[in-house]
């Protein structure tokens, strides 16, 4: 069962790279396969993978469920998936953000009513979920301690390294985030850019979260992925001169590490890295949109 659960694991982010490569139009073949393969098992190098794994986690499982939803450019599911994420575990649900900007009003509420679905069930079975959703929801220190460093979203950080446990504050910080990366997935719904929408909203969905561990940032594994596609597709069609094709697999090699770095796995997550996950999310949510903002002005007509 472990072997089977560790396997399966595995095997959906290797199904959630091969759908970012199908939507960045990549054709798939023996060479997308060895990419995908290699991807796949560097990546058990980054903390979010090896914690799920170590820990016995359903966090792939849910991304590859959010990922049916909003990457395929055909056959895409009504929502279903990300309802069915939310009803397993309560933060995918913020991915319905990017059916509100793609204006798929069908996918959200599909979502929502596989969501209600879920609960309903949960009502009929389980018998604390009354308790569930009437006191323990919002009481973050049900799930872990505050001050350990594997506590990576907005409230645990602000608890941890400033001293702040205010539910005040912590509010606003979530309409702060929210706001950025309503505008940041925004951006990648008009480039057409699921990829990285999927992605900032799986961030965001960390930061303003009342809880996160580590190893539920799977979603910053398919955004590395796909900005090394992106790196290598814009360096390929420039860098022509002689080994230029070779300086641009190693410059997207790099773009798939870089973005990692913070991320990368330690035997324990330690308190200089643990200031770094949240900072990090943020900081990816802002370089987009401002990045994006930045581009489309100069590639914006001059009215001259």
């Known amino acids: ?85 939310a009803g397993i575990k309560l933060t995918p649900a913020y991915l319905g953000l990017v059916f509100l900007l793609e204006r798929r009003w069908g996918a959200a509420v599909g979502s929502v009513v596989t969501f209600l679905a879920t609960v309903a069930i949960g009502f009929l079975g389980v018998p604390d979920a009354y308790s569930y959703w009437t006191e323990k929801m919002l009481n973050s220190s049900r799930i872990g301690d505050h001050l350990n460093p594997g506590a990576q979203s907005l409230r645990p950080v602000f608890d941890r390294e400033f001293g702040i446990d205010s539910t005040l504050v912590w509010i606003l910080a979530v309409l702060v985030v929210t706001a ?52 290598n597709r814009f360096l390929a069609d420039r860098w022509t001169f002689t080994g230029g094709h070779q300086l641009a ?5 790099a773009a798939l590490v870089l973005p990692l770095v913070p991320f990368v796995s330690h035997v324990m997550i330690d308190a200089a890295q643990s200031r770094f996950y949240t900072a990090a999310g943020f900081a990816f949510l802002v370089c987009y949109l401002v990045g994006s903002l930045i581009s489309s002005r100069v590639a914006a007509p001059s009215p001259h």
Do not use: K, Y
């Open 180 to 231: 950025v990366a309503a505008a940041a997935v925004g951006q990648a719904v008009a480039r057409d850019d699921r990829t990285t929408a999927l992605s900032l909203a799986g961030i965001g969905a960390c930061l303003v979260s009342p809880f996160s561990w580590f190893h539920h940032w799977v979603w910053v594994l398919p955004m590395a992925f796909g900005f090394m596609i992106g790196v």
């Open 1 to 85: 069962m472990v072997i089977a659960w560790q396997g399966g694991t595995i095997l959906s982010l290797a199904v959630v790279l091969l759908l970012v490569l199908h939507e960045r139009r990549v054709p798939l073949g023996v060479t997308s396969l060895a990419l995908v393969a290699l991807t796949t098992i560097a990546l058990l190098a980054t903390e979010p993978l090896s914690g799920s794994l170590f820990f016995g986690q359903i966090n792939l499982f849910l991304m590859l469920l959010a990922a049916v939803d909003i990457l395929p450019r055909r056959w895409r599911l009504p929502g279903i998936g990300v309802g069915l994420a």
């Open 249 to 253: 697999g190693a410059a997207s090699v």
